[in-house]
């Protein structure tokens, strides 16, 4: 239990601040015993007749000394306690307060404020570290000007980097040198940034549309100077698109990106100078996945577009968050919808929306995108208000047209511009922009959970009209949404009908119904035969839509829907619908069979010459096990795996020659980044990852071939995973090359721990447990930790094994990390949210080791709010 019982803090209870940070100039001196950090600020109090304290927030901080107007305060003008700097009397007219702390970055295991990764230090202040730096009004509607001075050695911190222009620099006498940065635009205190270390640039510049030329600078540890041209291409085009998108110009005359090896989150957009994840900056064909080419792409972009979603234009308070993060993650997903097939893209948006958000809405962590509370605000930086946050935008483009949104940000803009705003905020340019009434548009900001909608419809032969019914479910408390629906209407030859709404003069192949009401009903006219409708286009909203179907109309969705979302959808919902039919005979000790039906429609797919490769390897794919287990009452751990991989080594079986025809066609395809190349390569190594379920001779010396041959790392970290679940000699010599050849870089060692987390094989647990003793793992590294224990933890069948010692390594990594980072502690925590969807047996074990944790005398506060709300 904690001993302090953290209080949650409230949406409802925001006031304005008692003061204002005019400007704050820094002043840091980097040393390897302590770091001094003096600031200078001017601070304004709200009205000029106030007689309130000044508090400010400070965190792990040793104050050296203090002084207001000049004057040194002594200890009864002011307290100092665990997390504040209280001055109970300050003048009513603008003020200048000094502070002196004492930091030390290199025993900062938390990663949060200033600390050291590989020697050099850096910054991570969202959404609260700045007081872990100095004392400061540490909250977003404070936005003052910032200069910053860096003092360190000159022979171990050469580059010394700060937000804004370099305006000054100079050399002292003792071997240290300085650097001072001003940054013109003022900013809250979470988009602060500072580097220094050892750093090589990889430059280039950018001419905005207006000719002004911007210099690009990407910085990385010496070793990685050969992995920064892929991140500074996709910084040129995100700054051409938000420019030609949405007329948005880049501010200041540099932009830097940084990247750390040891990194909480993905990527932080501090004011021209982002520090980066390395994971998200650093590629090479050899070292880099094209998933990997294709999230740097995206997270560079996202950093990006924050520079006016998140930084021009901010948040008031940290319940606002998804106005930035839910709009930058949009603007992010619309930019790799253009920039490479928008259909793949938004496939994989929705695939993660629906495995990790709809979850998160199952859970006792459910919240709206725009929280009413928290008590770690670290812990609210979820998929609900990240990507659910981006669904929610989505849905004004979907209402008000592209032009129409277009003309909501451009009001937004002008309105807002200098200023930390609201949803509220949001929605009002969006509204009226467009005059359009979205008052109840907001219970999307209000209300947790996914909406459920009942669909049925109805053929009238003799009216020749189509009507289809729509219901919403909603739960107890909570009100109608406003849904937009996207239907066409299928003909028998698989062609679109043209749609006419009884109420409309033209017609259209897709069209919106807008649905408000519980329950509203809509007829098109003119349909010549009893249509097949596709529903939910393009995933138009992020709900759950009932409809249900026969297998065969599912699988002539799947071979004709012409929009390719509900194609795939269609095969995943047949493949659902498949696999629980064998659950049920499984679980009645019935022999399995596969439908040839489904068998069927796989082929089609397989044998389909048009369909893109990229889509048709989505459509390849089987829903995960994760994903099953979400749409069923109670997880079915045993019946899911056994039958899903029943299913894979079904199909790989029944279309062998057509998995090697594939495997061939595609695998001479010569190494190149193109969207083509990229297809090749997704469609070659689905085939593989089939044809290794047969684990023969042949198959596994197809994988061993291309994990040898292979000049990409797409092809061998593919290969590799192939060979992990193969139970011949060939699996440990290919982990033993791999490890031999890439033991010198972090990112690609990565890739070694997670293949083998990964492995359906019954021996997993015991591996990850060796792996847990292996000198390359690093528990403090986050991407390293995460690389084998978050990887595992979504390994459904082998962590959720029945004799829950997997469960218990989990307590024993959270209890450890809750000292060492807090932030990755309660990550780690949260896979037992899902604690009670599972069977009695589970259920209990999971809870012993919650009630285990929560009982540990020195909890964090974000690992507490996790497993309180869990265990409630
Ligand atoms: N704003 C960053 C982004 O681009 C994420 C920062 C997350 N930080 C945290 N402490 N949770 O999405
Ligand atoms: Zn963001």
Redesign the pocket.
Same mark, same amino acid.
């Given at each position: 239990m904690h001993p302090e019982n953290p209080q949650a803090i409230y949406r409802k209870d925001y006031h304005q601040p008692d003061f204002f940070i005019e400007s704050i100039d820094l002043h840091f001196s980097l040393d390897e015993d302590v770091t001094l950090v003096h600031s200078q600020m001017v601070i304004r109090p709200r009205t000029t007749n106030q007689t309130v304290p000044l508090v400010l927030q400070g965190e792990s901080l040793v104050l050296k000394n203090l002084k207001l107007n000049g004057q040194v305060l002594n200890t009864h003008d002011y307290q100092v306690d665990k997390i504040h700097l209280t001055i109970p009397t300050v003048p009513t007219q603008s003020f200048t307060l000094e502070t002196i702390v004492e930091i030390k970055p290199q025993e900062n295991t938390a990663l949060?404020g200033l600390y050291k990764s590989s020697g050099n230090y850096c910054t !991570?202040c969202? @959404?609260e570290?700045f007081r872990r730096i100095t004392y400061f009004l540490d909250r977003p509607d404070v936005m003052a000007r910032y200069t910053t001075t860096i003092v360190a050695d000159k022979n171990r911190y050469p580059v010394l980097l700060s937000n804004g222009n370099r305006v000054e620099y100079g050399e002292l006498t003792d071997g240290r040198h300085w650097v001072k940065w001003a940054d013109p635009f003022p900013k809250p205190s979470y988009l602060f940034a500072l580097v220094a270390g050892n750093l090589h640039c990889h430059g280039g510049k950018f001419v905005t549309r207006s000719g002004r030329e911007v210099r690009l600078e990407i910085w990385v540890e010496p070793q990685n100077h050969d992995q920064c041209e892929h991140a500074l291409q996709s910084l040129a085009k995100a700054m051409r698109w938000d420019e030609e998108r949405f007329g948005l110009e880049y501010d200041l005359d540099i932009y830097m990106i940084v990247a750390v090896s040891d990194f909480? =989150?993905? @990527? =932080?957009?501090n004011k021209g100078l982002n520090v980066f994840n390395a994971k998200f900056v650093l590629c090479r064909p050899d070292t880099a996945t094209d998933d990997d080419y294709e999230n740097i792409e995206a997270?560079i972009a996202?950093?990006y577009f924050?520079n006016w979603t998140?930084n021009r234009v901010t948040c008031r308070d940290w319940f606002q968050l998804t106005l930035?993060?839910g709009l930058?993650v949009f603007r992010d997903q619309s930019f790799t919808e253009e920039m490479t097939s928008a259909a793949v893209k938004r496939i994989q948006d929705v695939r993660i929306l629906r495995t990790s958000q709809f979850a998160e809405d199952q859970s006792p962590m459910a919240h709206p995108i725009r929280p009413e509370s928290y008590i770690e =605000?670290?812990n609210f930086?979820t998929v609900t208000v990240?990507n659910k946050g981006a669904e929610v935008i989505r849905l004004y483009q979907t209402l008000l047209g592209k032009d129409g949104f277009r003309r909501g940000m451009d009001l937004y803009f002008q309105r807002h511009d200098g200023q930390a705003v609201t949803c509220d905020d949001f929605r009002a340019a969006m509204a009226d922009a467009n005059k359009m009434d979205l008052s109840q548009f907001e219970r999307w900001y209000d209300q947790a959970g996914t909406p459920v909608v009942d669909v049925l419809g109805t053929y009238n032969a003799l009216e020749k009209t189509y009507s289809l019914t729509l219901r919403q479910q909603i739960p107890a408390n909570l009100q109608a949404w406003h849904i937009p629906i996207a239907v066409g209407l299928l003909g028998k030859n698989g062609q679109d009908l043209p749609l006419q709404l009884a109420t409309e003069t033209n017609s259209n192949r897709t069209c919106i119904i807008e649905l408000r009401e519980v329950e509203q009903t809509v007829t098109f006219v003119n349909i010549p035969e009893a249509p097949i409708p596709s529903l939910l286009r393009h995933f138009s909203a992020p709900i759950k839509l009932n409809f249900s179907r026969q297998r065969e109309e599912l699988a002539f969705l799947m071979a004709h829907d012409s929009d390719p979302f509900n194609r795939w959808e269609a095969g995943q919902q047949l493949a659902q619908q498949v696999i629980f039919d064998l659950l049920a005979d499984w679980q009645a000790d019935k022999p399995l069979q596969l439908d040839p039906l489904f068998s069927n429609a796989v082929l089609k797919i397989l044998q389909d010459t048009q369909l893109e490769g990229s889509i048709k390897a989505l459509m390849l794919t089987l829903p995960t096990e994760g994903f099953l287990g979400q749409q069923q009452a109670e997880v079915a751990v045993e019946g899911l795996f056994t039958v899903r991989q029943f299913v894979l080594q079904q199909l790989a079986q029944d279309h062998y020659t057509q998995w090697l025809t594939i495997y061939k066609a595609n695998h001479h395809t010569p190494y190149s980044n193109e969207a083509s190349a990229i297809a090749c390569r997704r469609l070659k190594n689905v085939a593989l990852h089939y044809l290794c379920r047969l684990d023969t001779a042949e198959t596994t010396a197809l994988a061993e071939q291309q994990f040898t041959q292979s000049d990409n790392m797409t092809d061998q970290q593919s290969a590799l995973s192939c060979l992990v679940n193969t139970t011949g000699t060939a699996k440990t010599i290919a982990l033993t090359r791999f490890y031999t050849q890439w033991k010198e870089n972090p990112l690609v060692l990565d890739k070694w721990f997670s293949v083998q987390a990964m492995s359906y094989l019954p021996d997993t647990f015991e591996n990850v447990q060796a792996l847990l003793q292996h000198s390359d793992f690093n528990l403090k590294n986050p991407n390293r930790a995460r690389s084998l224990l978050a990887v595992f933890s979504q390994n459904q069948a082998q962590f959720h094994r029945a004799d829950g010692l997997a469960y218990q390594l989990q307590a024993d990594i959270v209890l450890q990390l809750n000292t060492l980072n807090p !932030?990755i502690a309660s990550r780690f925590v949260s896979v037992f949210n899902h604690w009670r969807r599972f069977d009695p047996a589970r259920q209990a074990l999971m809870q012993t080791q919650l009630t285990r944790i929560i009982q540990h005398p020195d909890l964090s506060k974000d690992v507490y709010e996790v497993v309180s709300k869990s265990l409630n």
């Open positions: 949060t !991570q969202e @959404a570290g909480n =989150m993905g @990527a =932080m957009e997270v996202h950093e924050h998140g930035k993060e930058t =605000m670290n930086y990240y !932030q």
